[in-house]
């Protein structure tokens, strides 16, 4: 009988009886189980601002509301108009295709299509979206993103998967309700390259 894994207390990391440890990639934590993944969650850290400006990461939502968009990529930036304890943020429409195919960019105007801004900060005590104070808020309730635009509503939770890997994060998001928060769906993001 084959042994089952357990879950080590910090880092996603899994151990089997023969004391190997096994470390998870964006493909592996995609296919994972919501409740293997909210255990991920809760042991991750914040990304540090200086691993995420300037960079663009591929994502894949692992939800089944999220069936219509499963690729996409984030991006991150320094905005002047914010607070330094914020940075701003953006998505990329990707052509949709198989998770082991590569992430390419809706081209528009000679250049991939930017949409959905954001603020990321550090998840904040006093405000209503404080369920994971252990991550990033990626808040759409931002200047750049309009009211009229139903992105406007998303609160995803985001986190380092690693202390030691800044390249693979993984994310929760939520719609913003008047009286509560809708779970959506788990992403997975791997850094893929400069912004």
């Known amino acids: 009988m084959a ?10 990391m899994c151990a089997d009886v023969r004391g190997l440890e096994v470390r998870h990639d964006q493909k592996s934590l995609s296919l994972m189980p919501d409740r293997l993944l909210e255990e991920v969650l ?3 850290t914040p990304p540090a601002f200086e691993s ?5 990461f591929n994502g894949y939502n692992t939800g089944d509301l999220a069936f219509a968009i499963r690729k996409f990529r ?4 320094k905005d002047t108009d914010l607070p330094e304890s914020e940075l701003g943020g953006y998505n990329v429409n990707i052509k949709q295709s ?3 195919e590569p992430w390419e960019p809706v081209i528009k105007g000679g250049k991939p299509q930017r949409h959905s801004y954001y603020r990321a900060y550090r998840v904040r005590a006093d405000e209503k979206d404080n369920l994971y104070p252990n991550a990033l ?8 993103t309009p009211k009229w635009n139903p992105a406007s509503l998303l609160r995803d939770y985001l986190v380092q998967v690693y202390p030691d890997k800044p390249d693979l994060l993984l994310g929760k ?5 008047p009286f509560s928060r809708l779970f959506i769906s788990f992403f997975v993001l791997e850094r893929a390259c400069r912004g």
Do not use: H, M, Q, T
């Open 3 to 12: 042994a089952i894994p357990k879950r080590e207390a910090e880092g996603a």
């Open 42 to 44: 809760l042991a991750g």
């Open 52 to 56: 995420l400006a300037g960079w663009e």
């Open 74 to 77: 984030k991006g991150f930036y």
């Open 98 to 100: 198989r998770l082991a």
């Open 137 to 144: 808020l990626l808040n759409y309730d931002s200047p750049r």
């Open 173 to 177: 998001a939520y719609v913003a309700l």
